[in-house]
């Protein structure tokens, strides 16, 4: 199984078990965890913990299949989940958070990271370009100056730092994350919903035909492909712009 998942009283402990990868995540990956998510929800769990297996989070996308338009879709989808199911969803990091693993990172409500935590967002590396939806989150989480050195510099952030920014709450293992869980189930699930709804109301609108302009050209370039080709011959990308 690619999701592991598994009941601790009130709290619903998802794992990406994919170690061999680091986790990276695919289409299937993103389509398992969202359903994942969403029967914790039927399920009447009163919190969800995401973490990953073999010491890393999630070292980003699968760059086997990343190129294809389903992947965006589908990892789309399930930050939409994320951010919308009325449970909180908290993000137990260690090792490995980058590219998708970030983005799933941010989407949580709650993220405790180790101090051997790597958070970034390495598409300047490879000719890719994150969504609108993302960009807003990093920003509002992060604070807009790291936002910038991770998103212009591909810059990446320790747990330590994280923490002290904001962009994990606390510093700690998977326990400690699966500790303060159980803490946050035992509290008013109504409540909880009814501010994570207002606090999801807060941000703005996920697109922008500018930025959506922008993410389909690079999406559609040249530099991509040799992006892709030099991340793969371990060799450093010659970009031209175009």
Do not use: Y
Not at 82 to 107: K, S
Not at 173 to 197: F, S
Request: charged share 20%.
């Amino acid at each position: 199984m690619t999701i592991q998942a598994e009941r601790l009283q009130d709290v619903t402990l998802l794992t990406i078990d994919r170690p061999e990868r680091r986790n990276a995540i695919n289409t299937e990956a993103c389509v398992a965890l969202k359903e994942a998510v969403e029967a914790a929800h039927a399920d009447d769990s009163r919190a969800i913990v995401l973490t990953g297996a073999g010491g890393h989070f999630c070292a980003g996308a699968d760059l086997s299949g990343v190129e294809g338009a389903d992947f965006r879709a589908s990892l789309r989808v399930l930050l939409d989940t994320l951010t919308t199911v009325p449970m909180p969803v908290m993000a137990a990091i260690q090792g490995a958070a980058l590219g998708a693993g970030t983005q799933l990172a941010v989407a949580c409500d709650l993220r405790v990271a180790s101090a051997d935590a790597r958070f970034g967002i390495p598409a300047a590396k490879l000719g890719l370009m994150v969504d609108h939806w993302t960009v807003q989150r990093l920003s509002r989480v992060a604070g807009h100056s790291t936002a910038q050195a991770m998103l212009l510099a591909a810059e990446e952030v320790n747990g330590a730092t994280a923490v002290r920014l904001g962009l994990a709450h606390r510093e700690g293992t998977l326990a400690d994350a699966l500790a303060w869980a159980g803490q946050v189930a035992e509290l008013a699930p109504l409540t909880i919903a009814g501010h994570k709804l207002a606090l999801h109301r807060l941000e703005g609108a996920p697109d922008d035909p500018d930025v959506d302009a922008a993410l389909l050209k690079a999406w559609s370039s040249e530099d991509l492909v040799e992006g892709m080709a030099a991340f793969k011959e371990r060799r450093l990308p010659r970009f031209q712009g175009k």
